[in-house]
C-alpha cells in the first residue's frame, strides 16, 4: 500500500520541496560558501547581493524579478539533469555535497551492525551496486506479483490494499489531531493514481492530453519490459479505471480546507462508507487499533469503492501489478528504472538528463535515514554563532507583527486578543532538533537493496503504529537539518527553520541587514504568515481546530483575501494555463504578510541603528531598495516549460518570478522605493493594493 509515511505531514513548506525531482542534481553551483575563508565578505556581491545579475535596462516597475535577476537568467542555463534551477538547487546541491562525504566516510568505517554508521554506509553501498540490482532482475518481485496473481474477489484484493506493501486506492498516515493536537490521530487519504493528480486525467489542455498519450505508452513499455501479455490492452484498461478514480479526486484547492477534510467517522462508518475496501478486517491487519479514522474526502473513497465495485477483477489484478511494479522502478533492472526517468522525469517536468547515481543515493539515504547523517552535518556545517543571530532576528520579526496586530484596523477587538494570544506561542525551531530520530530495529544489508527496501517500508510503518499508541512529541523533526526549506506546523505553532536554509543568500552574517531582513528575515515572517492564512488562521493558540473569529472579521479577511486570488489568478505563463490563485493563497498569504512584517522589522532595526533613521546607501542602493532586492534574489529562478505546468498545477507554491513581483506590488514601500507610477507594468492603484498582516 501506498502509505502516507511523513509523520510531521501537517507542516507546510516555504518551497515546493514535497514533489522531488526523479534524483537530485550535481551541476551548477558547487562553489564553497566563501564564510570560512573570507569572514567579512558577503557571499554575493558587496552588500549581499548579486547586482552582477541584475537587468538596468527593466524598469523596477514593469518586472521586478527581470529589473533584479535578468543579467542572471539571460546567463545562466538549467543543468541538463534539473528540471528548474535557482537558489534552493544551488543550496541544495552544497548541502547533497556535504552530505556525500558524510555518506561515504560511514561506507569507509564499516560502522558496529545496528549503528548508525552502518545503516548508512550498508544502505547507500547496497544501491551503488547496480550490478547486483541487475543480476537480481524481477526475481525479488516474483513474490509479491504472486499474491496480486491469486487474487480472485474484491475482498482478496481488499486484503492486499491493507497491507504494507501493495497498491491501494487510499493511503493512512499518523499526525496530531486537530480537535487535541497532544495526540495523534490516524487519517486517511484518497490515492491510487499514477501521475500527480487529477488535472493530469482530465484537462484539456493539449499538452496534459500528451502526458495521458505518454503514460499510457508508459505502461505498456513496462507490462513489456516484465514480460506481461496483452500489454496494450492492459494499458488502456489500467488508464481508464485511473481516469475514474480521478474524477472522484477532490481537487487540490478543496482538500487543503482544513474545516472540510476534518472529517472524523467511525471504523465501522467508514466499513459502511466504502464496503469494498473491508476497513474493519483491513485495520485490524494493518495493526491499527482505532476506534476513529479523520477521512480527508470522505466523497472520493466512497466513490473509488463504488469504482473498484464495478470494475473487473483481470482489471484490478492488472492495476495492482503494474503498480506494484511502478513503485519501484529503481529497486529493478536499469530498464525499468530508465524507462521511469523517460516518463516522470523528461515528460513530465523536461528534466533532459537523469542524475547520477551516485547523486541519487545520496538523496536517497539523506532522506530515509537523514537524522544520522543530519547530527554530523549539523556538527560540521552549522556554526552556533548563526542560531543565535537568527533567534536575534525572530525576536525582531515577532516584535514587528505584534506591533502590526496591535493596529490593524480591519480586526476587531475579539478577533485581535485571540490573534495575539496565538502569536504568543509561537514556538521558533532553528538549526536542528534537540532529540534525534534513531534507527533501532531496522535491518540494513550492503548487498540487499531490494530487501533493505521492503524492510525500509516495514520498519517506517512501524514507526507509525508506534506513533500514534503515543502522544505527540513535541520535540521532533520530520525534516532533517539539511534540507534547504522551512515550514510551519499549525498544529503545534512551530515555525522550524533547519540549518540548510540558514545559509546566503537567505541569511549571510556578513550581508547587509536589508538583505537579511528582506531575505531570511521574510522567510520566517512567511512562515508566521502561516499561522495566520485561509486556513492556518482556523487554528487557535493551542493548535486546535476551532473558529476564533467574529462573522464580521471573518468577512472582512475574506474580501481582503479574495483580492489576493484574483491578482495571482492572472499570471499566465502559458496561454491557457495560469496560477490558481485559490490553490495557493495560503503561500501568497505568507509570502505578503511575511513581507509586511520583514519592511516592519527593517525599519523597526533602521530606526534604532542608524543616526537619523536613515540606512545608509551602499553601490547607489538605498536600505529599501536592497531590502526589496534581497526579496528577488531568493526566489530567483527558471523552469523547463513542463515543470512549470507541474509547478502551476501541483501547487501550492506560486512559481518563483510571481512569488517576486506578486508581492512587491501589494507593498507601498516598494513604490517609493522604486519611483513606480501607474505608467508601470505591475502597478496597482492604491485602493486595490492587499494588505492582509
Ligand atoms: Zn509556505
Request: proline share 5%; aromatic share 12%; with cysteine.
Amino acid at each position: 500500500m501506498r502509505h502516507l509515511l511523513l509523520s510531521g505531514a501537517a507542516l507546510i513548506a516555504l518551497a515546493a520541496c514535497g514533489a522531488p525531482e526523479p534524483g537530485n542534481g550535481t551541476a551548477g553551483g558547487t562553489e564553497q560558501a566563501a564564510t570560512e575563508t573570507a569572514a567579512a565578505e558577503p557571499r554575493f556581491g558587496t552588500f549581499g547581493f548579486d547586482t552582477a545579475g541584475m537587468n538596468a535596462e527593466i524598469a523596477p516597475g514593469d518586472d521586478f524579478n527581470r529589473y533584479a535577476n535578468g543579467g542572471w537568467l539571460a546567463s545562466t542555463e538549467i543543468p541538463a539533469d534539473r528540471s528548474s534551477y535557482g537558489m534552493f538547487t544551488l543550496l541544495s546541491l552544497e548541502a547533497e555535497d556535504q552530505v556525500e562525504a558524510i555518506i561515504t566516510e560511514a561506507q569507509a568505517a564499516a560502522g558496529e551492525p545496528g549503528s548508525n554508521t552502518q545503516l548508512v554506509g550498508d544502505l547507500y553501498q547496497s544501491w551503488m551496486n547496480a550490478d547486483a540490482i541487475e543480476a537480481a532482475g524481477l526475481e525479488p518481485v516474483r513474490p509479491f506479483l504472486e499474491e496480486i496473481a491469486a487474487i480472485e474477489t474484491l475482498a482478496d484484493a481488499a486484503a492486499l490494499f491493507n497491507s504494507v506493501h501493495h497498491q491501494s486506492p487510499y493511503g493512512f498516515a499518523v499526525w496530531a489531531d486537530p480537535a487535541n493536537p497532544d495526540v495523534n490521530a490516524l487519517r486517511l487519504f484518497q490515492g491510487g493514481l499514477g501521475m500527480p493528480n487529477r488535472d493530469y486525467y482530465l484537462s484539456e489542455d493539449a499538452r496534459f492530453v500528451e502526458y495521458r498519450d505518454a503514460y499510457r505508452d508508459y505502461i505498456v513499455t513496462i507490462h513489456e519490459l516484465a514480460g506481461i501479455e496483452d500489454a496494450e490492452a492492459k494499458a488502456d484498461a489500467i488508464l481508464a479505471l485511473e481516469t475514474r478514480i480521478a474524477e472522484a479526486h477532490w481537487t487540490r484547492e478543496r482538500s487543503r480546507e482544513v474545516t472540510e477534510t476534518y472529517n472524523p467517522m467511525s471504523v465501522a462508518d467508514l466499513a459502511a462508507l466504502a464496503p469494498s475496501f473491508h476497513f474493519e478486517e483491513g485495520m485490524d491487519a494493518l495493526g491499527l487499533d482505532v476506534e476513529e479514522v479523520i477521512v480527508i474526502q470522505p466523497s472520493a473513497i466512497e466513490a473509488t469503492s463504488q469504482i473498484f465495485a464495478e470494475t473487473d477483477i483481470a482489471t484490478i489484478r492488472d492495476y495492482m501489478a503494474f503498480h506494484f511494479i511502478n513503485d519501484r522502478t529503481d529497486w529493478l533492472p536499469s530498464a525499468f528504472d530508465e524507462a521511469s526517468f523517460d516518463f516522470f522525469g523528461r515528460t513530465l517536468r523536461g528534466q533532459e538528463e537523469q542524475r547520477p547515481r551516485n547523486k541519487r543515493g545520496v538523496n536517497l539515504v539523506g532522506g530515509a535515514l537523514g537524522h544520522a547523517v543530519g547530527q554530523i552535518y549539523v556538527e560540521r556545517h552549522f556554526p552556533p554563532s548563526s542560531k543565535a543571530q537568527m533567534e536575534g532576528l525572530v525576536d525582531n520579526l515577532i516584535t514587528a507583527f505584534r506591533g502590526r496586530l496591535e493596529t490593524l484596523e480591519w480586526m476587531d477587538e475579539e478577533t485581535r486578543t485571540e490573534a495575539l494570544e496565538k502569536l504568543s506561542t509561537f514556538e521558533p525551531r532553528i538549526g536542528y532538533p534537540e532529540i534525534w530520530d534513531e534507527y533501532d530495529g531496522l535491518e540494513i544489508s550492503a548487498d540487499d537493496y531490494f530487501g533493505n527496501r521492503i524492510r525500509m517500508a516495514e520498519w517506517a510503518w512501524n514507526e507509525q503504529l508506534e506513533d500514534l499508541a503515543e502522544p505527540v512529541d513535541p520535540r521532533e523533526w520530520s525534516w532533517p537539518p539539511q534540507i534547504v526549506n522551512a515550514s510551519y506546523n499549525p498544529l503545534q505553532n512551530q515555525i522550524t527553520f533547519p540549518a540548510g536554509i540558514l545559509q546566503a543568500p537567505f541569511f549571510d552574517p556578513d550581508a547587509d541587514p536589508a538583505i537579511n531582513y528582506g531575505a531570511i528575515g521574510a522567510v520566517i515572517g512567511h512562515e508566521i504568515g502561516h499561522g495566520f492564512d485561509d486556513q492556518g488562521r482556523r487554528y487557535d493558540a493551542e493548535g486546535r481546530l476551532r473558529d476564533w473569529w467574529t462573522a464580521e472579521t471573518n468577512e472582512r479577511f475574506i474580501e481582503r483575501s479574495d483580492g489576493l486570488v484574483a491578482q495571482y489568478n492572472e499570471f499566465c505563463p502559458f496561454e491557457e494555463l495560469c496560477v490558481n490563485g485559490r490553490l495557493a493563497l495560503g503561500e501568497n498569504i505568507g509570502d505578503l504578510g511575511g513581507m509586511q512584517m520583514a519592511y516592519t522589522a527593517y525599519r523597526n532595526y533602521v530606526e534604532a541603528n542608524y543616526e537619523g533613521g536613515e540606512a545608509p546607501v551602499i553601490d547607489g542602493f538605498t536600505g529599501d531598495q536592497r531590502f526589496f532586492l534581497a526579496w528577488a534574489q531568493v526566489w530567483r529562478i527558471m523552469y523547463r516549460d513542463d515543470a512549470l505546468r507541474a509547478q502551476l498545477v501541483n501547487g501550492p507554491h506560486s512559481p518563483g518570478m510571481y512569488r517576486i513581483n506578486g508581492v512587491v506590488r501589494n507593498i507601498d514601500a516598494w513604490y517609493d522605493a522604486f519611483g513606480v507610477t501607474e505608467e508601470h507594468a505591475l502597478y496597482i492603484a492604491p485602493e486595490d493594493r492587499v494588505s492582509i498582516w
